[in-house]
């Protein structure tokens, strides 16, 4: 196409040696197609937790400040030892960030399967999103049905994808029910229609009673508030009624995933028929897939031998699962983007916008119900 521009302006975030974060823009070359790549015009694209972790890491944005550079605006933080020595891994390497989006396709390579997705309105999937066009191989592409919002089509990968990879995951381990943390979020609202439309059993962890509220709004049955004095007893309570034994912790941090793994202990036992001092013999899984909670995970051990804790990532799971399974999870994600996979937004900001300082630190707050929308042409 003759009307592109020659560069394409795409948000970076740089980990400087001598202990600062920079968060800038960098105008590049206009990507150009190989023959099974497609060119986007990338439309909208989400901040989501993971994106943050990349875009502020482990700087102390209480010392965060405006500036600029190359006439747009830029942030720059201190690193205290701590982030510097958890992100030793990527000083003076100046990283894209944004890992999904939607968008219109512009361009496309000479394979006649990335010519047919011209003019198609794609989700994207493969991180540099925060910026005007995205080039990409035809399998981070998914072709969106014509007429879809390019609002609905920004969070189809990561949070639908993930909470259908929980359920699959359930049903690979032979678990029967699920237990979900900071589930009054986007992607647990998501969880909490498709355990409902699937009959799996589902219990919530929230941690306020503005929490409860929205996800009894949306038919949510077992919805427990870590906030309340009694919580312990209550999550025990539904994991008796539910049976379950798979849990999923976004928080990471502090006591909640041993409190799981306990209350799943004492349902189990109670189902028990003799004693045995190593516990009961049900194997209980919980999986951390967020970081809500940076410190330390704090396990009290009282939940017999038969458990695991682990860490959990999409891409992974997926290339563990197969084709086959993916390929079923993201025509779910197509036939139900409207419904099931429907993403609230609170705020809609343009792509420098993004890095005005307020604006920043509102969306680094990761307050629920409080989702920020990237248009990266305003």
């Not at 197609?33 to 502020?56: A, Q, R």
């Not at 699959?168 to 409902?196: D, F, P, W, Y």
Request: negative net charge; contains cysteine.
């Amino acid at each position: 196409m003759t009307d592109l521009p020659e560069t394409n302006t795409v948000m970076v975030t740089l980990v400087k040696p001598e202990g600062q974060l920079e968060v800038y823009f960098e105008r590049r070359a206009m990507p150009e197609p190989k023959p099974h790549e497609v060119l986007v015009k990338v439309l909208t694209t989400p901040i989501n937790p993971s994106d943050l972790g990349l875009l502020f890491g482990g700087a102390d944005m209480t010392t965060a400040r405006a500036g600029t550079r190359d006439g747009l605006p830029m942030i720059t933080a201190d690193v205290p030892p701590a982030g510097m020595r958890a992100m030793g891994g990527r000083i003076g390497d100046a990283l894209p960030i944004g890992n999904e989006g939607c968008g219109t396709v512009v361009k496309a390579g000479d394979s006649p399967e990335a010519q047919a997705l011209i003019g198609k309105t794609v989700a994207l999937l493969g991180g540099e999103m925060y910026a005007e066009y995205r080039c990409l191989p035809l399998q981070m592409v998914m072709p969106l049905p014509d007429g879809t919002d390019p609002v609905d089509g920004a969070s189809c990968f990561v949070n639908p994808l993930t909470s259908l990879a929980f359920t699959e995951t359930m049903r690979m381990e032979n678990h029967s029910a699920i237990v979900h943390t900071a589930a009054a979020s986007n992607l647990g609202q998501m969880l909490v229609k498709i355990c409902a439309k699937d009959g799996i059993p589902l219990v919530n962890i929230v941690r306020s009673d503005a929490q409860v509220a929205i996800l009894k709004g949306i038919g949510a049955q077992h919805i427990v508030n870590s906030s309340d004095e009694d919580f312990q007893d209550k999550l025990v309570a539904a994991i008796v009624e539910t049976g379950a034994t798979l849990g999923f912790d976004a928080i990471g941090g502090g006591k909640l995933a041993g409190q799981i793994l306990s209350a799943m202990e004492v349902a189990a036992v109670k189902r028990m028929t003799s004693y045995s001092r190593y516990g009961s013999d049900t194997f209980k899984q919980v999986y951390i897939y967020g970081a809500l909670d940076v410190g330390p995970t704090i396990l009290n051990r009282s939940f017999g031998l038969t458990w695991s804790l682990s860490g959990f990532l999409l891409t992974p799971f997926m290339a563990k699962a197969g084709m086959e399974v993916v390929g079923r999870m993201r025509q779910r994600v197509v036939n139900e983007l409207t419904t099931t996979f429907k993403s609230h937004y609170s705020h809609e900001i343009s792509l420098t916008e993004a890095l005005n300082l307020d604006t920043a630190h509102a969306y680094n707050a990761k307050r629920t119900g409080e989702k920020y929308l990237i248009r990266p042409h305003g």
